[in-house]
Structure formats: C-alpha cells, structure tokens
C-alpha cells in the first residue's frame, strides 16, 4: 500500500532564510508522480510542483525545488528565501501512474515564517 | 466560469440526515476525487472516479456513497450523517498523470 510520511509537524523559520520541508514515501510502483501542495490559511489547496519518478532532474519553480532522492524514497521541498506569506500548511502527495492513479497525502507540515 | 466548484460551501445538518455535496469541474478531467480533511490527519482519500460510471474507494469511505453519470459532476452523499463526519470536504480533478486541482472546499458539521 502506498504511503506517505511527513514527519515535521511544525516548523519555525526566520524570514529569508532557506527552509526543507521532508518527504518520505513508500510504494511499490515504478511509475509515479510526486506532488507538493500550499494550503493558507483561507483554506485553498495551491499545487506547487511535480516531480515523476522517471525525471532524472529534480524539479524546480521559482523559489520551490524538490530534492528528490529515488533510493530513498524521498521528495522533500526546498522553499529558498522564505517570505511571509510562505506560511501556511504543505502536504506532499503521491500518485502512481501505473494502477488506480489516485493521489495520497501526507498529514502536512505547518510552516511559520517569523519577521 | 472554467474551474472546479463545489457546493454549498458551508453546511450544518443534523445526526441521521442524508445530506450530498455536490462537485462541478468544466476541464471534461477523466479523474476526480474526493477527501476530507480533519486536524491531524491531512487529506484522506474518501472515493474517486477515473471517468463517468467507473467509482472506486478509498481510504475512509464508510458512511459515503459517490456516483458519477456525466463526466463534470461528482456528488457526494453521506446517507446518514454522524458527528464523526463533521469535517471540511474538498473535491478535487486532474487529467491523468497530472497534478489535481482542488475545489474551495465545504465545511460539514453534523450536531
């Protein structure tokens, strides 16, 4: 069974500086997709980046990078130059591309960028 | 207007009612999905549908019934509504192997 693992509850950083927010995940598919979403305050759920398990790259977006590390199952955010309003909820997901295509979530990490 | 909508955005009901939300994507996406979202959990997967007339479960779908007869719509219908299941509801659409787009979400409570 598919599973992902985000084991920082909380997170505390000092505004500019860069943050990591981890990501493990554990399946036994060969092809899937890697996603990472914002949520505010106001509730929306924001899509950040994709990473496919076949991309030798690991993706980027403006301030947002995944580290992805395929052996180690793991996709973790890289949010460079943190801002204000980059606090919020973020919840690595999981699709595989091979089976049923349903996405999975993590229980999120809250993120609190401090002045 | 294009996008995915759910319906109502707020809604408060009581222990044994029937109550639906409703979900309306204009992308004609093949997948749509829905989950609920309660502190501590993160998002858990409830059903989701790969096209019109095809539904599966998922990780919590006890109490929750879905269909899909026209590619745009997804309803959700909790049969009889418990107090466990008060929580915010998104629904969610994507193309296949993409990345999903979420509705503005519904917050349920059952009293």
């Known amino acids: 069974a598919q599973k992902i693992t985000q084991t920082q509850p909380g997170m505390f950083v000092q505004e500019k500086e860069a943050v990591t927010l981890d990501c493990t995940y554990d399946t036994s598919d060969q092809s899937y997709g890697l996603f990472w979403y914002k949520q505010p305050s106001s509730g929306e759920m924001i899509f950040l980046i994709y990473q496919g398990s076949y991309d030798e790259q690991n993706a980027t977006e403006g301030r947002y990078s995944l580290n992805f590390q395929k052996a180690r199952k793991s996709a973790n955010l890289v949010i460079s130059a943190s801002q204000l309003g980059d606090s919020a909820m973020y919840f690595c997901a999981m699709s595989p591309w091979d089976r049923d295509d349903k996405i999975i979530f993590g229980k999120g990490t809250r993120l609190h960028i401090l002045p | 207007d294009a996008g995915i909508t759910q319906s109502p955005r707020y809604k408060i009901t009581e222990t044994g009612r029937q109550v639906t939300l409703m979900c309306h994507q204009t992308w004609s996406h093949s997948y749509m999905f829905w989950y609920r979202q309660d502190l501590g959990h993160g998002l858990r997967l409830i059903y989701y549908?790969?096209?019109?007339?095809?539904?599966d479960k998922g990780e919590v779908p006890d109490g929750y019934v879905v269909s899909r007869s026209k590619t745009e719509n997804f309803p959700l219908t909790l049969e009889s509504a418990t107090r466990s299941q008060t929580s915010v509801y998104f629904c969610?659409?994507?193309?296949?192997?993409?990345?999903?787009?979420f509705g503005q979400g519904t917050r349920l409570t059952v009293v």
């Open positions: 969610a659409s994507n193309r296949k192997n993409t990345e999903a787009f």
């Open positions: 549908s790969a096209a019109a007339d095809i539904t």
